[in-house]
């Protein structure tokens, strides 16, 4: 028998103007003080997610919702509610599974940067690849632990994380 993960891409027949993030918000006190070019990342990760996304609360009738993100004492805070402000629920995640894979990320991140400055293209597609890896386990790590509380698709589950690993960018 196959176990389906807890991020697959099936939308199971909801209907994507109700079951979706309209908007997002990034609690100031959390983030981190950042550059213009951080600033516009986490602007982009906003929008992108916003744009295209899979969001059901478990056990709620439907929004469109709008997610407050947060880090209050090493603890992912996920604020929910629908677009109107009606308080639907409070996620907190303990951050310590994520923080290899944080590290990890920003490592191949900067190692990314650097070497697209003077790096044949074959070693960039090559650290490309592995930063698009940890990603990838980010996005699945972020599933795994919301299960049983949100369900979101592979795609929304990528944006997601982008937003969580945002909240840690330093300028």
């Known amino acids: 028998m196959t176990q389906t993960p807890p991020c697959d891409d099936r939308n199971e027949g909801r209907d994507p103007e109700v079951f979706c993030l309209v908007e997002v918000v990034l609690d100031p006190d959390s983030i981190k003080s950042a550059t213009a070019d951080i600033e516009h990342e986490r602007a982009v990760a906003i929008f992108d997610l916003v744009d295209e996304n899979s969001f059901f609360p478990v056990g709620h009738d439907g929004g469109p919702y709008r997610l407050d993100l947060s880090i209050v004492e090493k603890r992912l805070i996920f604020g929910i509610c629908t677009q109107s402000g009606a308080e639907v629920a409070t996620h907190i995640l303990s951050l310590t599974p994520f923080r290899r894979i944080i590290r990890d990320y920003f490592l191949m991140c900067n190692t990314y940067y650097d070497a697209i400055k003077t790096a044949p293209p074959s070693r960039i597609e090559a650290i490309d690849m592995g930063r698009r890896g940890l990603h990838n386990e980010g996005a699945q790590l972020l599933c795994e632990r919301l299960e049983g509380k949100i ?12 937003l969580v690993t945002s909240l840690h960018w330093k300028g």
């Open 151 to 162: 369900e979101i698709d592979h795609v929304t589950s990528r944006r997601l994380f982008t």
